[in-house]
Protein backbone atom coordinates (compact mmCIF):
# COMPACT_ATOMS: atom_id res chain seq x y z
CA UNK A 1 0.00 0.00 0.00
CA UNK A 2 1.49 3.49 -0.84
CA UNK A 3 1.82 6.37 1.48
CA UNK A 4 1.67 8.36 -1.16
CA UNK A 5 -1.44 9.50 -3.48
CA UNK A 6 -2.58 12.00 -5.98
CA UNK A 7 -5.67 14.26 -6.19
CA UNK A 8 -6.66 17.63 -7.10
CA UNK A 9 -8.41 20.69 -5.93
CA UNK A 10 -12.18 20.81 -5.66
CA UNK A 11 -14.05 21.98 -8.29
CA UNK A 12 -10.83 21.43 -10.31
CA UNK A 13 -12.34 21.16 -13.62
CA UNK A 14 -11.58 18.63 -17.01
CA UNK A 15 -7.98 20.18 -17.19
CA UNK A 16 -6.63 20.03 -13.76
CA UNK A 17 -8.71 16.51 -12.85
CA UNK A 18 -6.66 14.74 -16.25
CA UNK A 19 -3.49 16.73 -15.54
CA UNK A 20 -3.55 15.27 -12.14
CA UNK A 21 -4.56 11.36 -13.27
CA UNK A 22 -1.65 11.97 -15.46
CA UNK A 23 0.79 12.55 -12.45
CA UNK A 24 -0.78 9.42 -10.81
CA UNK A 25 -0.27 7.28 -13.75
CA UNK A 26 3.08 8.62 -14.29
CA UNK A 27 4.08 7.83 -10.81
CA UNK A 28 2.89 4.91 -10.32
CA UNK A 29 0.62 6.13 -7.51
CA UNK A 30 -3.15 5.92 -6.57
CA UNK A 31 -5.23 8.90 -7.42
CA UNK A 32 -7.85 9.51 -4.80
CA UNK A 33 -11.13 12.12 -6.06
CA UNK A 34 -11.99 14.48 -3.37
CA UNK A 35 -14.94 14.34 -1.62
CA UNK A 36 -17.53 17.03 -1.44
CA UNK A 37 -16.58 17.39 2.20
CA UNK A 38 -14.10 17.14 4.28
CA UNK A 39 -9.89 18.11 4.74
CA UNK A 40 -6.97 17.44 3.53
CA UNK A 41 -6.04 16.03 6.52
CA UNK A 42 -9.09 13.41 6.75
CA UNK A 43 -8.05 12.57 3.48
CA UNK A 44 -4.77 11.73 4.68
CA UNK A 45 -5.94 9.93 7.48
CA UNK A 46 -8.54 8.07 6.05
CA UNK A 47 -6.47 6.36 3.65
CA UNK A 48 -3.09 5.82 5.59
CA UNK A 49 -0.73 8.88 3.71
CA UNK A 50 2.52 11.07 4.24
CA UNK A 51 1.94 13.22 1.42
CA UNK A 52 -0.62 13.76 -1.28
CA UNK A 53 0.69 15.70 -4.17
CA UNK A 54 -2.52 18.08 -5.23
CA UNK A 55 -2.97 19.73 -8.81
CA UNK A 56 -3.39 23.38 -8.18
CA UNK A 57 -3.63 25.80 -10.78
CA UNK A 58 -0.63 27.29 -9.20
CA UNK A 59 1.30 24.11 -9.85
CA UNK A 60 2.32 20.95 -7.97
CA UNK A 61 2.09 21.39 -4.45
CA UNK A 62 2.83 18.87 -1.86
CA UNK A 63 0.44 18.56 1.45
CA UNK A 64 1.48 16.60 4.80
CA UNK A 65 0.36 16.37 7.86
CA UNK A 66 2.46 20.02 8.63
CA UNK A 67 1.34 22.06 6.17
CA UNK A 68 1.63 22.73 2.19
CA UNK A 69 4.70 22.27 -0.05
CA UNK A 70 4.90 24.85 -2.56
CA UNK A 71 8.53 24.70 -4.60
CA UNK A 72 11.19 27.12 -3.88
CA UNK A 73 14.80 26.60 -3.94
CA UNK A 74 14.52 27.59 -0.23
CA UNK A 75 18.65 28.73 0.96
CA UNK A 76 19.53 28.43 -2.48
CA UNK A 77 18.88 31.45 -3.48
CA UNK A 78 20.51 33.61 -0.44
CA UNK A 79 23.65 31.27 -0.45
CA UNK A 80 24.37 32.10 -4.31
CA UNK A 81 24.08 35.97 -3.56
CA UNK A 82 26.56 35.51 -0.97
CA UNK A 83 29.09 33.72 -3.73
CA UNK A 84 28.41 36.86 -6.21
CA UNK A 85 29.12 39.15 -3.22
CA UNK A 86 32.54 37.44 -3.00
CA UNK A 87 31.34 35.32 -0.04
CA UNK A 88 31.83 31.43 1.35
CA UNK A 89 29.85 27.89 1.10
CA UNK A 90 30.80 25.66 3.46
CA UNK A 91 29.13 22.71 1.00
CA UNK A 92 30.75 24.56 -2.12
CA UNK A 93 34.60 24.35 -0.32
CA UNK A 94 33.64 20.79 1.00
CA UNK A 95 32.83 19.44 -2.49
CA UNK A 96 35.63 21.45 -4.28
CA UNK A 97 32.91 22.90 -6.65
CA UNK A 98 34.73 24.54 -9.85
CA UNK A 99 33.49 25.06 -13.50
CA UNK A 100 32.95 22.21 -15.41
CA UNK A 101 32.65 19.46 -12.63
CA UNK A 102 29.67 16.90 -12.87
CA UNK A 103 27.71 16.33 -9.39
CA UNK A 104 25.71 14.00 -8.15
CA UNK A 105 23.26 15.13 -5.24
CA UNK A 106 22.12 11.76 -3.93
CA UNK A 107 19.46 13.46 -1.64
CA UNK A 108 17.62 16.26 -3.60
CA UNK A 109 14.79 17.52 -2.03
CA UNK A 110 14.49 21.17 -2.62
CA UNK A 111 17.44 21.51 -4.25
CA UNK A 112 18.76 24.37 -2.47
CA UNK A 113 22.63 22.70 -2.20
CA UNK A 114 21.84 21.28 -6.10
CA UNK A 115 21.32 24.86 -7.52
CA UNK A 116 24.48 25.98 -5.41
CA UNK A 117 26.48 23.63 -7.42
CA UNK A 118 24.91 24.38 -10.44
CA UNK A 119 25.65 27.59 -10.40
CA UNK A 120 29.16 27.53 -9.47
CA UNK A 121 29.90 24.22 -11.98
CA UNK A 122 28.05 26.58 -14.52
CA UNK A 123 27.00 25.25 -18.21
CA UNK A 124 29.56 23.25 -18.76
CA UNK A 125 29.02 20.86 -15.37
CA UNK A 126 26.23 18.97 -15.04
CA UNK A 127 24.53 18.01 -11.42
CA UNK A 128 22.43 15.33 -11.53
CA UNK A 129 19.46 15.18 -8.57
CA UNK A 130 18.15 11.74 -7.02
CA UNK A 131 14.80 12.17 -5.19
CA UNK A 132 13.02 8.83 -3.16
CA UNK A 133 9.71 10.76 -2.70
CA UNK A 134 7.52 10.29 -5.58
CA UNK A 135 5.35 13.38 -4.69
CA UNK A 136 8.27 15.70 -3.57
CA UNK A 137 10.63 14.77 -6.81
CA UNK A 138 7.35 16.00 -8.81
CA UNK A 139 6.58 19.20 -7.28
CA UNK A 140 10.62 19.95 -7.38
CA UNK A 141 11.16 18.95 -10.87
CA UNK A 142 8.11 21.10 -12.04
CA UNK A 143 9.47 23.50 -9.94
CA UNK A 144 12.80 23.35 -11.04
CA UNK A 145 11.45 24.14 -15.36
CA UNK A 146 9.29 27.39 -13.95
CA UNK A 147 10.45 28.67 -10.94
CA UNK A 148 11.56 32.36 -12.15
CA UNK A 149 13.16 34.62 -9.99
CA UNK A 150 14.88 38.57 -10.57
CA UNK A 151 18.49 36.91 -10.91
CA UNK A 152 19.13 35.08 -14.54
CA UNK A 153 22.10 33.53 -13.14
CA UNK A 154 19.77 31.55 -10.15
CA UNK A 155 17.03 30.78 -12.95
CA UNK A 156 19.55 29.45 -15.26
CA UNK A 157 21.26 27.16 -12.62
CA UNK A 158 17.82 25.75 -11.62
CA UNK A 159 17.05 25.05 -15.13
CA UNK A 160 20.45 22.95 -15.78
CA UNK A 161 19.87 20.39 -12.77
CA UNK A 162 18.99 17.01 -14.08
CA UNK A 163 16.33 15.27 -11.67
CA UNK A 164 15.51 11.61 -11.35
CA UNK A 165 13.17 9.27 -9.02
CA UNK A 166 14.29 6.94 -7.30
CA UNK A 167 16.18 5.81 -4.43
CA UNK A 168 19.97 6.41 -3.92
CA UNK A 169 20.84 2.59 -2.89
CA UNK A 170 18.44 1.38 -6.30
CA UNK A 171 20.12 3.73 -8.46
CA UNK A 172 23.78 4.07 -7.79
CA UNK A 173 24.27 1.25 -9.57
CA UNK A 174 22.78 1.89 -12.93
CA UNK A 175 25.83 5.08 -13.52
CA UNK A 176 28.79 3.85 -14.65
CA UNK A 177 32.13 4.14 -12.93
CA UNK A 178 33.60 7.74 -12.28
CA UNK A 179 30.71 9.36 -14.17
CA UNK A 180 30.74 12.37 -11.36
CA UNK A 181 33.57 14.13 -9.93
CA UNK A 182 31.94 14.16 -6.37
CA UNK A 183 28.34 12.05 -5.21
CA UNK A 184 27.04 14.11 -2.27
CA UNK A 185 24.67 13.02 0.81
CA UNK A 186 22.39 14.86 2.76
CA UNK A 187 20.27 12.17 4.60
CA UNK A 188 16.98 13.59 6.55
CA UNK A 189 18.30 14.37 10.15
CA UNK A 190 16.24 12.74 12.77
CA UNK A 191 15.52 15.32 14.86
CA UNK A 192 14.47 18.80 12.75
CA UNK A 193 17.02 21.53 12.88
CA UNK A 194 15.66 24.92 13.54
CA UNK A 195 12.07 25.44 13.49
CA UNK A 196 11.49 26.96 9.87
CA UNK A 197 8.07 26.51 9.20
CA UNK A 198 8.72 26.58 5.71
CA UNK A 199 10.36 22.98 5.58
CA UNK A 200 8.30 21.13 7.83
CA UNK A 201 5.99 19.75 5.18
CA UNK A 202 9.26 18.53 4.12
CA UNK A 203 9.59 15.84 6.70
CA UNK A 204 6.92 13.65 6.88
CA UNK A 205 6.92 13.85 2.34
CA UNK A 206 10.63 12.60 2.37
CA UNK A 207 12.75 9.28 2.17
CA UNK A 208 14.38 8.41 5.63
CA UNK A 209 16.53 5.33 5.35
CA UNK A 210 20.03 6.06 6.94
CA UNK A 211 23.22 5.76 4.64
CA UNK A 212 24.97 3.00 5.45
CA UNK A 213 28.80 1.86 4.12
CA UNK A 214 27.68 -0.07 0.90
CA UNK A 215 26.00 3.39 -0.49
CA UNK A 216 29.59 4.86 0.52
CA UNK A 217 31.18 2.02 -1.40
CA UNK A 218 28.99 2.24 -4.55
CA UNK A 219 29.35 6.31 -4.41
CA UNK A 220 32.87 6.04 -4.04
CA UNK A 221 32.69 3.86 -7.60
CA UNK A 222 31.62 6.59 -9.00
CA UNK A 223 33.44 9.54 -8.37
CA UNK A 224 36.96 10.25 -6.45
CA UNK A 225 35.32 12.11 -3.49
CA UNK A 226 32.34 11.50 -1.20
CA UNK A 227 30.82 14.24 0.74
CA UNK A 228 28.28 13.82 3.56
CA UNK A 229 26.14 16.17 5.75
CA UNK A 230 25.51 15.43 9.33
CA UNK A 231 25.88 16.52 12.97
CA UNK A 232 27.07 13.51 14.35
CA UNK A 233 30.77 13.73 13.45
CA UNK A 234 30.97 10.06 15.05
CA UNK A 235 28.57 8.77 11.95
CA UNK A 236 30.57 10.63 9.53
CA UNK A 237 34.05 8.78 10.68
CA UNK A 238 32.00 5.15 10.62
CA UNK A 239 31.33 6.09 7.24
CA UNK A 240 34.87 6.55 6.29
CA UNK A 241 35.18 10.21 6.75
CA UNK A 242 39.16 10.90 7.44
CA UNK A 243 38.47 15.28 6.93
CA UNK A 244 35.55 17.19 8.30
CA UNK A 245 34.80 20.54 7.84
CA UNK A 246 31.77 23.47 9.06
CA UNK A 247 31.42 26.56 9.95
CA UNK A 248 32.37 27.77 13.23
CA UNK A 249 28.99 28.75 14.68
CA UNK A 250 26.99 25.80 12.86
CA UNK A 251 26.19 22.51 14.22
CA UNK A 252 26.23 21.00 10.60
CA UNK A 253 29.49 18.79 9.54
CA UNK A 254 30.36 18.08 6.26
CA UNK A 255 32.48 14.49 6.60
CA UNK A 256 34.50 13.72 2.91
CA UNK A 257 35.32 10.95 2.23
CA UNK A 258 38.33 10.01 -0.64
CA UNK A 259 38.47 7.59 -2.53
CA UNK A 260 41.89 6.17 -1.92
CA UNK A 261 40.54 6.39 1.59
CA UNK A 262 38.22 4.17 0.74
CA UNK A 263 40.47 1.53 -1.03
CA UNK A 264 42.35 1.10 1.83
Known amino acids: MSIYGVTAIRKCGTELYNEARSWA ?19 LREKGLKA ?8 PQVYTEEGILKYHPSMGVPRIRNLKRGGSDHLAQACGFRTGMRVLDCTLG ?16 KVVGLEASPVLYWAVSQGLKTYAIDDPDITASLRRIQPRLGKAEELLPTFPADSFDVVYFDPMFRKPVGNSASMQPLRPASYHKPLDPS ?20 LLRSLGAREIQGGKYSKLRYGIIRREEGDQ
Open 25 to 43: CTLDLPYIPRPIHGTLDQL
Open 52 to 59: VLVATHQG
Open 110 to 125: LAADAVVASFLVGPEG
Open 215 to 234: MIREALRLAPRVVVKERDED
